[in-house]
């Protein structure tokens, strides 16, 4: 054991801790933890390195433990823990807006900060309900989403959201939501490279949403432009420009959830730009910070922002914030991870490693049980056929038998999600796949 995996705490009881999201019996039972990260690696608390093939959960794109982070966040604890930005405000959270507003889409220069990206869900559908309020037209109050659409567990994002399981628990939800189908079209898209050929017409359906319930009711439409939580569906060529000239048609304002494809992940700073649509609202969280300090923030429309605003009688303008938006140390932390995403190009550097990651996520084609490969920018999608009468459970012993050797994925059903940091290097990428290969090879039977 040497100095750093000695200074670990070990937990002597793992009873107090409800965990998300998990099967707390099992991993009880199965303790698997995480103890140190740095670079491309996580360790365990023995000090066995685990190479970490998610970024966290979609968020560390810059990699673990940046220095430059780090000390910014101990600069900013050290300067001022926290002030509140409730009718004052504090210098670096506005710096902080300045920055994010600089690789938005153009246009979305008005940034609200949140500490997730559940919240800058639920802010974003707020903000596009308090539009249409402001221009005189609060009958528009329905919200769309898509099936197999995942934005956070607020009482919004979960609405909008269309994952079964994570709504059936919780009672009647929101209501006025409607949803449009997933553009998931095994049949005639399977193994495609980048994005499908097939599906752009699945987009229509928003048109017979507005048939249906009449335009005048409808205030926006959220989609995640690469949906990643239920397992990496790549929207068809020509779906989001044709759902953008839907909502154009029908002054339904299009929102994109960006927690995941944002800060580099697609190539790009954003969704948004390297597909080529614009969205009147824009979700984030995650890679913001490099997850170092929990942030979000939903970046909006000029045009937005001066309706509610300046549309206003005077006094508070929007009913909404959080004690913590804009909070110093996250604040601190991301003006830190968007100047290292800058100086180190991570978008471009994500870019030029998608032909090689396309090609090695590709070569799991043909192994026992796959039975489709999606990817875009650096976002792996590996579909294995499930266990009879025990859906999830193949890609469940993927997952442990990956980090048992040394590598970690997500699972998401029978799908394994891959998002690695995007400063992954080739060797990593090959490390990575063929830990995955082996495993799937070993859960054959
Ligand atoms: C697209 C999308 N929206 C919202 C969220 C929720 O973010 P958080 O868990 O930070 O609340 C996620 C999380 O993975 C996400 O992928």
């Not at 009482?155 to 059936?168: A, E, L, Q, T, Y």
């Not at 000239?245 to 944002?262: K, M, N, P, Q, Y």
């Not at 009688?313 to 290292?340: K, Q, V």
Request: aromatic share 8%; glycine share 12%.
């Amino acid at each position: 054991m040497n100095e750093i995996t000695a200074a670990i705490p070990r937990p002597n009881n793992l009873d107090a801790f409800w965990m998300p999201f998990s099967d707390n019996r099992y991993f009880k039972a199965h303790p698997r933890l995480l103890a140190r990260a740095e670079g491309m690696s996580y360790y365990t608390p023995d000090g066995r390195e685990i190479l970490d093939g998610t970024a966290g959960l979609w968020c560390c794109n810059a990699g673990h433990g940046r220095r430059e982070i780090t000390e910014a966040i101990q600069r900013q604890a050290a300067v001022m823990d926290f002030a509140p930005t409730f009718q004052l405000g504090h210098p670096v959270a506005f710096e902080a807006a300045a920055r994010v507003a600089e690789i938005t889409p153009p246009g979305l220069d008005r940034v609200f900060f949140t500490n997730s990206g559940s919240e800058s869900a639920d802010t974003a559908l707020k903000i596009a309900l308090a539009y249409h309020k402001a221009r005189g037209e609060g009958s528009r109050v329905r919200l769309i989403g898509r099936e197999r659409g995942y934005h956070g567990v607020g009482f919004g994002g979960m609405s909008v959201g269309g994952i079964g399981p994570n709504r059936k628990q919780f009672g009647a939800l929101l209501p006025y939501v409607d949803h449009l189908p997933h553009t998931h079209l095994p049949q005639r898209n399977a193994f495609s490279r980048g994005q499908p050929e097939h599906g752009a017409e699945l987009a229509d359906a928003l048109e017979a949403l507005v048939a249906l319930h009449g335009a005048e009711t409808i205030a926006a439409v959220m989609v995640e432009p690469v949906a990643g939580s239920t397992g990496v569906l790549v929207p068809p060529r020509g779906y989001l420009e044709r759902l953008r000239a839907i909502c154009d048609r029908h002054g339904i304002l299009l929102i994109f959830d960006e927690v995941i494809t944002g800060f580099g992940r697609l190539g790009a700073n954003f969704g948004a730009e390297r597909l080529g649509v614009t969205p009147d609202i824009l979700t984030m969280a995650k890679g913001l910070t490099n997850a170092a300090v929990p942030m979000g923030a939903v970046a909006v429309k000029g045009a937005i922002y001066d309706a509610v605003v300046n549309g206003a009688p005077g006094g508070i303008e929007l009913f909404h914030g959080y004690t913590y938006s804009g909070h110093p140390l996250a604040a601190a932390a991301a003006i830190a991870t968007l100047e290292l995403h800058r100086r180190e190009d991570l978008p471009g550097r994500a870019r030029a490693m998608e032909p090689y990651w396309q090609e090695a996520v590709h070569s799991l084609k043909g192994l026992p049980n796959v039975v489709d490969i999606r990817d875009f920018g650096l976002i792996g999608g590996i579909e294995l056929a499930p266990r009879p009468g025990r859906p999830g459970a193949r890609a469940t012993e993927v997952f442990r038998r990956c980090f048992d050797a040394g590598v970690l994925v997500r699972v998401t059903g029978d799908i394994v999600a891959l998002s690695p940091p995007l400063i992954v290097e080739r060797h990593q990428v090959d490390r990575i796949v063929g830990t995955l290969g082996e495993a799937i090879r070993a859960e054959a039977a």
